[in-house]
Each structure stands twice: as structure tokens, then as C-alpha cells.
């Protein structure tokens, strides 16, 4: 049995507690995969570089109704597949190798399991075992795709967002099972390479957990790209005759696909590693119970990212672990005064086609917490902007192009309280917005206290925010 000062497990976010201020102590990194966790290997780097290039395709498609005469063939996915893996399956070894190469850390490749308080037994890769035991132990062991139990899913070849996006060669046929943020993406990847896409969600809208405007404008125009089945569920899968893969769904349709996507969400993988035998507790979803310095309910037991958040986001993953590094620490240290997580105001995007980005309440939640009376909204069309006029082709056809802004404010307190973005750059021209509620800015004067760049697409986020300040004057 080997003692640390410190066993991280999980070598996604954890990897980047350990810096120069641990080269005194002696660090475990135990991890079972690739160095980058999944948003490096499996998530969201991967993912995006598809979507650029399916971005680039659904721009191109446009160039016929803006007068440009292109044509966009069916995508090359080894070329595709095969320049976004290089990179990264390089960047995944480097990182190992980096951190093999430290004096003070040993990196462990295997499967760790609790055995005790602060003490694991390693399943190692390459055959045998290890104990070990540690003064401090982060938990940043992420989380994993669900398989929901469909009658015959067993029987039939199928991927999800760890398999799909190394998968041999473009299918013909894709099913998508949830219209998620993982199936709204890949369908939109799949759908611009030149798949024919059939997408199953169970509820009435793709992206059902954003803003009601936001979900019904994103899934009109993926109704427009591909097969949407909304409302249902897969009953059962079968196989077909030449490999292909058959979903019966409950409301009796049927759809033949050749390679099945299953994205219905993720669950935390404080299972497999036995937490509770190491007095850690969770929740219902299995999310490991943290308070606001990421201590878990085990003395010198600490976690982050998928592991313990209730929004299985990276940039939230990266902040819970600036904070359990300040709070190591700091407790090395011999200091009481830790670090406290923020989670109050977390933003989101889907990178799909058209994009989506939200942060704060939707105008349903808005409603139900603080009554209609308090609650005012405005919304700026894409359209309505100089560079929106730049995007149009067929208006009526194109969901970038009809994009808006959705902004929900308090009569009360004259602040945001939501920003709701679906049309092209959304992911970045929420930012302002996001900065206004965590700075706590009136919504008076927002606007016109700075320039916007005329004509830049910003303007259509100033023009939502001029309405929003004539509505909550009126
Ligand atoms: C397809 C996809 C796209 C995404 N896109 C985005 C996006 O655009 N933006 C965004 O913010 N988020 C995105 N996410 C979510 C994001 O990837 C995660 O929130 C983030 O990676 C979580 O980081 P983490 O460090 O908590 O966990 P992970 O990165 O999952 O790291 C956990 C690590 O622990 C290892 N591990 C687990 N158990 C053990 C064990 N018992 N022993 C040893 N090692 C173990 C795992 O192998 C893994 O490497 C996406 C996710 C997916 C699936
Ligand atoms: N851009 C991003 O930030 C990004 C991208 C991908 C993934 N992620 C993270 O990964 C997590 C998981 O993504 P996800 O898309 O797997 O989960 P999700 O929770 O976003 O969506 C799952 C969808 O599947 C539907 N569903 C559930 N069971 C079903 C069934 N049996 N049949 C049909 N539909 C069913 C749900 O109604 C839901 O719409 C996300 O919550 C997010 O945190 C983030």
C-alpha cells in the first residue's frame, strides 16, 4: 500500500488542480482512459470541430438563395474524423506524458474503487492491483452516456457520444434516440454531412428544457432539415436484414436506420466507484453531495465537475476545480479560509444549427417563481438588424436567419433575470448578458451606456435591451 499527500481521480478537470505549488507533495493521478476526460476526448472539443465543419456546410447551402451558386456533396468523414483525432489523441498522450514525467506524481492507469475512508484499490490497466491511500482525495471522476433499458437494444449494434464520432465511415441513415443537448448537435453534424437523420424525442420539443419560444423556433427548423418524431419513445429496436437497425416507437411508426446514436442523458460515476464506502454521500441522480468549497460529506474527500454538479458543464467542471486547488491549498496551508463555488449564474449553449444560448430563467420559470405581475419580457428579431438583412435568404425557410432575442426582467428589481438566444453566434453574443446579471446592472442604461458595433450582429442583443427598458418603463 502506497500513501499520498493527495490521489486524484479522474484526469479530465481534476488534471488541473496539480500545479508547480504540489511539487512538495506527493500526488496519485489515477486514470482509466485518456488524459482530457470527455470534453477532450469524447465531448465537447471533438464535437465542436465537427459542428464547424457542418456549420461551414449549412452556410454553403445557403449560397444559392443569396445569389452564389454552391454546391455541397456529401462530407468525406475519414478526412474529418481523421484530422480532428490527430489532434487530439495527440494532445490526450502529451498530457500523460507531461505529467509522467513529474518527480512527484504517480500516474496510475487503471479503474479505482473505494475500499475505505481515503483508501482505493486500483484496477490496473496493464494487470494487478494497487492500494492506496491519501491525506486529501478529489473525486473528479465525471459522468457517463445512459442507456435507457429498450427492449432488443441489447441485440442491436448501437453508439452514443463516447463511440459515434470515431465510427468507421458516414452512415446513411442515422437515428438519433433524445433531442437533447448531444442529439441536437450530432444531429445537426449528421444531417449537413448528408445522413438522412430520424430523430426520436419523448417530449413535445427538441431542447424541451429551454425557453417555450427557444425549443418550438430550434425544432421548426430541424423539422425542416430532418425526420423529427417528437412525443414518442423507442418501444423496441430489431435487427433488419443487411445490418440495419429497426426502431418501433409507441406511437406505432416505425423507422429503419444504419447506425443508432442513443443520447438521452448522462448519470455521475460515483457507482462504480463505491463512494459510499468511503462515507461519501449522494444524491437520488447519484451526484456526489457537495457544500459550497466542494467538500463532500467525507472529511479531506472533495469533488467536481459531472462528478457532483447539478449542471454537467465544463466551464462549471473548470471552476469547481480552481476551487478545490485554492481550498488544497489552502488547507496545506493550515488556513480555514476557503474558496466558495459559484453556481448562481451558470450560461449554456448548444452548438447546433441554429444555435442556442440561455442563461437564467425561462419566462415560464420566471412567471411561476415571482408571479406575471413582476415579470417582463422582450424579444429582438435576428431580421430586424443590418447584419440580420446581411443573413437573409428565404426568411420564411431559415431558422438562423428568424433568430431572436429573448430577455425576461423584474418590474421589482429592474434586472435580468434570463437571456434567451436562438440564431447564428448565439453562444456569443449572450455574454453581455451574462455579465449584466452576475454584476447585478439595471437594466436602465445597459443599452445605450456603450457603443455596439454597428452593424454587427451585437445590435440585435442592444435592441433587445432597448425594449426590455421601454417595457419595464411602461
Ligand atoms: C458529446 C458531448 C459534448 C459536450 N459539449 C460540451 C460543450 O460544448 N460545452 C460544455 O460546457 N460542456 C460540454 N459537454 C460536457 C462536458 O464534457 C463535461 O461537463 C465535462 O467534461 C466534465 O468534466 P469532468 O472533469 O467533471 O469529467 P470528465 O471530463 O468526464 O473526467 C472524468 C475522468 O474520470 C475518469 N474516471 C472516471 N471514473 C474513474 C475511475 N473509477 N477510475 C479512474 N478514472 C476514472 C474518466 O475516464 C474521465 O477521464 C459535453 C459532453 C458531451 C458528452
Ligand atoms: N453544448 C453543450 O454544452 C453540451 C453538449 C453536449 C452535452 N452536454 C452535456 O451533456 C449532458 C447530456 O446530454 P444529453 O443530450 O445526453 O442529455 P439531455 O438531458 O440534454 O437530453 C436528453 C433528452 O433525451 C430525452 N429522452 C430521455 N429518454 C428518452 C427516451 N427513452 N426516448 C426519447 N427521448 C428520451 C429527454 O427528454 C431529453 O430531451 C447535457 O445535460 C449537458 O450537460 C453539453
Given at each position: 500500500m502506497t500513501h499520498y499527500?493527495?490521489?486524484?481521480?479522474?484526469?479530465?478537470?481534476?488534471?488541473?488542480?496539480?500545479?508547480?505549488?504540489?511539487?512538495?507533495?506527493?500526488?496519485a493521478?489515477?486514470?482509466?482512459?485518456?488524459?482530457?476526460?470527455?470534453?477532450?476526448?469524447?465531448?465537447?472539443?471533438?464535437?465542436?470541430?465537427?459542428?464547424?465543419?457542418?456549420?461551414?456546410?449549412?452556410?454553403?447551402?445557403?449560397?444559392?438563395?443569396?445569389?452564389?451558386?454552391?454546391?455541397?456533396?456529401?462530407?468525406?468523414?475519414?478526412?474529418?474524423?481523421?484530422?480532428?483525432?490527430?489532434?487530439?489523441?495527440?494532445?490526450?498522450?502529451?498530457?500523460?506524458?507531461?505529467?509522467?514525467?513529474?518527480?512527484?506524481?504517480?500516474?496510475?492507469?487503471?479503474?479505482?474503487?473505494?475500499?475505505?475512508?481515503?483508501?482505493?484499490?486500483?484496477?490496473?490497466?496493464?494487470?494487478?492491483?494497487a492500494e492506496i491511500t491519501?491525506?486529501?482525495?478529489?473525486?473528479?471522476?465525471?459522468?457517463?452516456?445512459?442507456?435507457?433499458?429498450?427492449?432488443?437494444?441489447?441485440?442491436?449494434?448501437?453508439?452514443?457520444?463516447?463511440?459515434?464520432?470515431?465510427?468507421?465511415?458516414?452512415?446513411?441513415?442515422?437515428?438519433?434516440?433524445?433531442?437533447?443537448?448531444?442529439?441536437?448537435?450530432?444531429?445537426?453534424?449528421?444531417?449537413?454531412?448528408?445522413?438522412?437523420?430520424?430523430?426520436?424525442?419523448?417530449?413535445?420539443?427538441?431542447?424541451?428544457?429551454?425557453?417555450?419560444?427557444?425549443?418550438?423556433?430550434?425544432?421548426?427548423?430541424?423539422?425542416?432539415?430532418?425526420?423529427?418524431?417528437?412525443?414518442?419513445?423507442?418501444?423496441?429496436?430489431?435487427?433488419?436484414?443487411?445490418?440495419?437497425?429497426?426502431?418501433?416507437?409507441?406511437?406505432?411508426?416505425?423507422?429503419?436506420?444504419?447506425?443508432?446514436?442513443?443520447?438521452?442523458?448522462?448519470?455521475?460515476?460515483?457507482?462504480?466507484?463505491?463512494?459510499?464506502?468511503?462515507?461519501?454521500?449522494?444524491?437520488?441522480?447519484?451526484?456526489?453531495?457537495?457544500?459550497?468549497?466542494?467538500?463532500?460529506?467525507?472529511?479531506?474527500?472533495?469533488?467536481?465537475?459531472?462528478?457532483?454538479?447539478?449542471?454537467?458543464?465544463?466551464?462549471?467542471?473548470?471552476?469547481?476545480?480552481?476551487?478545490?486547488?485554492?481550498?488544497?491549498?489552502?488547507?496545506?496551508?493550515?488556513?480555514?479560509?476557503?474558496?466558495?463555488?459559484?453556481?448562481?449564474?451558470?450560461?449554456?449553449?448548444?452548438?447546433?444549427?441554429?444555435?442556442?444560448?440561455?442563461?437564467?430563467?425561462?419566462?415560464?420559470?420566471?412567471?411561476?417563481?415571482?408571479?406575471?405581475?413582476?415579470?417582463?419580457?422582450?424579444?429582438?428579431?435576428?431580421?430586424?438588424?443590418?447584419?440580420?438583412?446581411?443573413?437573409?435568404?428565404?426568411?420564411?425557410?431559415?431558422?438562423?436567419?428568424?433568430?431572436?432575442?429573448?430577455?425576461?426582467?423584474?418590474?421589482?428589481?429592474?434586472?435580468?433575470?434570463?437571456?434567451?438566444?436562438?440564431?447564428?453566434?448565439?453562444?456569443?453574443?449572450?455574454?453581455?448578458?451574462?455579465?449584466?446579471?452576475?454584476?447585478?446592472?439595471?437594466?436602465?442604461?445597459?443599452?445605450?451606456?456603450?457603443?455596439?458595433?454597428?452593424?454587427?450582429?451585437?445590435?440585435?442583443?442592444?435592441?433587445?435591451?432597448?425594449?426590455?427598458?421601454?417595457?419595464?418603463?411602461?
Open positions: 499527500d493527495l490521489i486524484v481521480i479522474g484526469a479530465g478537470s481534476g488534471n488541473t488542480i496539480v500545479d508547480d505549488r504540489f511539487d512538495d507533495r506527493r500526488v493521478i489515477v486514470e482509466k482512459g485518456p488524459f482530457g476526460g470527455t470534453c477532450l476526448n469524447r465531448g465537447c472539443i471533438p464535437s465542436k470541430m465537427f459542428i464547424y465543419v457542418a456549420d461551414l456546410a449549412e452556410s454553403a447551402r445557403r449560397g444559392p438563395a443569396l445569389g452564389l451558386p454552391t454546391e455541397v456533396g456529401r462530407a468525406d468523414w475519414t478526412a474529418i474524423r481523421d484530422r480532428i483525432f490527430a489532434r487530439i489523441d495527440d494532445n490526450a498522450e502529451s498530457g500523460r506524458d507531461y505529467r509522467e514525467d513529474a518527480d512527484n506524481v504517480d500516474v496510475l492507469v487503471g479503474e479505482a474503487r473505494f475500499v475505505g475512508e481515503r483508501r482505493l484499490v486500483v484496477d490496473l490497466a496493464d494487470g494487478g492491483t491519501a491525506d486529501q482525495v478529489v473525486l473528479a471522476s465525471g459522468s457517463r452516456p445512459v442507456v435507457p433499458p429498450i427492449d432488443g437494444l441489447d441485440d442491436v449494434p448501437h453508439e452514443t457520444s463516447d463511440t459515434i464520432m470515431r465510427i468507421p465511415e458516414l452512415p446513411a441513415r442515422l437515428g438519433v434516440i433524445g433531442g437533447g443537448y448531444v442529439g441536437c448537435e450530432l444531429a445537426h453534424v449528421f444531417a449537413a454531412y448528408g445522413s438522412e437523420v430520424v430523430q426520436v424525442e419523448s417530449a413535445d420539443r427538441l431542447l424541451s428544457t429551454q425557453d417555450a419560444d427557444i425549443a418550438a423556433h430550434f425544432t421548426r427548423g430541424a423539422q425542416q432539415r430532418y425526420d423529427v418524431r417528437l412525443g414518442t419513445k423507442v418501444e423496441r429496436v430489431s435487427r433488419t436484414a443487411g445490418g440495419a437497425v429497426t426502431l418501433h416507437l409507441d406511437d406505432g411508426s416505425e423507422a429503419e436506420v444504419d447506425v443508432l446514436l442513443v443520447a438521452v442523458g448522462r448519470r455521475p460515476n460515483s457507482d462504480l466507484l463505491e463512494v459510499d464506502k468511503a462515507g461519501v454521500e449522494t444524491d437520488d441522480k447519484g451526484l456526489v453531495v457537495v457544500d459550497q468549497h466542494q467538500r463532500t460529506t467525507a472529511p479531506g474527500v472533495w469533488a467536481l465537475g459531472d462528478a457532483s454538479s447539478h449542471e454537467p458543464l465544463k466551464h462549471v467542471a473548470n471552476q469547481d476545480a480552481r476551487v478545490v486547488q485554492a481550498n488544497l491549498l489552502a488547507t496545506y496551508s493550515g488556513s480555514s479560509e476557503l474558496v466558495t463555488s459559484d453556481h448562481d449564474v451558470v450560461p449554456q449553449a448548444v452548438f447546433a444549427h441554429p444555435q442556442v444560448a440561455a442563461v437564467g430563467l425561462t419566462e415560464a420559470e420566471a412567471r411561476e417563481e415571482h408571479g406575471d405581475h413582476d415579470v417582463v419580457v422582450a424579444r429582438h428579431d435576428v431580421a430586424d438588424v443590418a447584419y440580420g438583412w446581411a443573413l437573409a435568404g428565404d426568411l420564411d425557410d431559415d431558422p438562423e436567419a428568424a433568430g431572436f432575442v429573448k430577455l425576461v426582467a423584474l418590474r421589482s428589481t429592474g434586472r435580468l433575470v434570463g437571456a434567451h438566444l436562438v440564431g447564428p453566434m448565439a453562444s456569443v453574443l449572450v455574454q453581455p448578458l451574462i455579465q449584466a446579471m452576475v454584476h447585478d446592472l439595471p437594466v436602465k442604461g445597459l443599452a445605450r451606456s456603450q457603443y455596439w458595433i454597428h452593424p454587427s450582429l451585437a445590435e440585435v442583443v442592444e435592441n433587445a435591451l432597448i425594449g426590455l427598458e421601454s417595457a419595464l418603463e411602461d
